[in-house]
């Protein structure tokens, strides 16, 4: 089993900043990619940012040159430094892992978070 948590998120001003992280913990071998995603009230969920196993990294283009997304492979942990919100960017972001579970085995599977919620308002 493998849990994917999510914590950081809060309310912001606009113009401000914010970091979250997305830890995982449990039956892991490897982990592949760990993704940013968010979703807004009434839109669908898009993805954020990218980052693979050996530190490769893609942003969406609404917060390319904001957000910065690293990750700490002896921590199963990924962050997502966020500078310059806007009130745009409130959402629900969600981590998405994507990981190999066993040694013996090259299958990925993929692991969600609960979300945590990120408000940009003055």
């Known amino acids: 089993q493998v849990q994917v948590v999510e914590s950081g998120g809060g309310l912001v001003q606009p113009g401000g900043s914010l970091s979250i992280s997305c830890a995982t913990s449990?039956?892991?071998?490897?982990?592949?990619?760990m993704d940013w995603y968010r979703q807004a009230p009434g839109n669908q969920r898009e993805l954020v940012a990218v980052?693979?196993?050996?530190?490769?990294?893609n942003y969406a283009d609404s917060v390319r040159g904001r957000f910065t997304i690293s990750r700490d492979n002896a921590k199963n942990t990924v962050y997502l430094q966020m500078n310059s919100l806007k009130p745009e960017d409130t959402a629900v972001y969600y981590c998405k892992a994507t990981i190999r579970t066993s040694p013996v085995s090259m299958a990925l599977s993929v692991y969600w978070g609960q979300g945590t919620q990120v408000t940009v308002s003055s």
């Open positions: 980052v693979t196993e050996g530190g490769s990294t």
């Open positions: 449990g039956r892991i071998f490897s982990i592949r990619q």
